[in-house]
């Protein structure tokens, strides 16, 4: 009987222990840091697309090449997408005189993004991607489709950054110039 209950007992323990190590694996993780392989190839079919942004207009992402790009995939019902947006929008306003443009892509309808641009103003252009988006995403190294996802590509077109999960503003703001200063 004795032996039963340290069985049990060890058994209990080493359960709590799974559950713990799982609970922390995933909700307590840090943000991802390693850079995911965004290939030429990626960022070639990232410059030669065209998306309407929240205005109709179609906006050819080639626009942009040749500046440091920070290109957010983002959702209006993604509140770490929400809260990224106010401090981007300071970074667009504080580097656009460097070269640096950001660009929102949503992976949402139409409707939802004219209606969050109306409520939020940013200073940047918000685009909108139907299932090209989700094709762009994986491309550019987010095999999940999660978002938000931030991709910073230097001004020759090489990646220097990939973050799926919230990155925050002191950690662009200081990559941003060291970008800028290659």
């Known amino acids: ?8 007992a060890g058994l209990v323990v080493a359960i709590a222990a799974l559950v713990a190590g799982t609970y922390l694996g995933f909700v307590a993780r840090a943000p ?15 410059f030669a697309t065209r998306l ?29 997408c929400r809260e990224e947006m106010p401090y981007f929008s ?31 103003a940013v200073s940047y252009p918000l685009l909108i991607a139907d299932s090209e988006g989700a094709e762009l995403i994986r491309d550019l190294g987010n095999s999940r489709l999660a978002l938000p996802y931030t991709v910073v590509l230097g001004p020759g077109g090489e990646a220097q950054l990939a973050r799926l999960g919230r990155i925050f503003e002191q950690e662009l703001d200081t990559l941003l110039p060291k970008i800028v200063r290659r």
């Open 32 to 46: 991802e840091t390693s850079l995911p392989v965004v290939s030429g190839a990626a960022i070639a079919r990232l």
């Open 1 to 8: 009987m004795r032996r039963r209950k340290s069985l049990f």
């Open 52 to 80: 309407v942004d929240a205005n109709g207009k179609v906006q050819a992402l080639s626009q942009w090449q040749g500046k440091t790009l920070v290109v957010n995939f983002w959702a209006s019902w993604c509140p770490p």
């Open 90 to 120: 300071r970074l667009q306003t504080k580097y656009s005189a460097n070269g640096v443009q950001f660009v929102g892509i949503a992976l949402d309808t139409a409707d939802n993004v004219i209606s969050f641009s109306k409520q939020q």
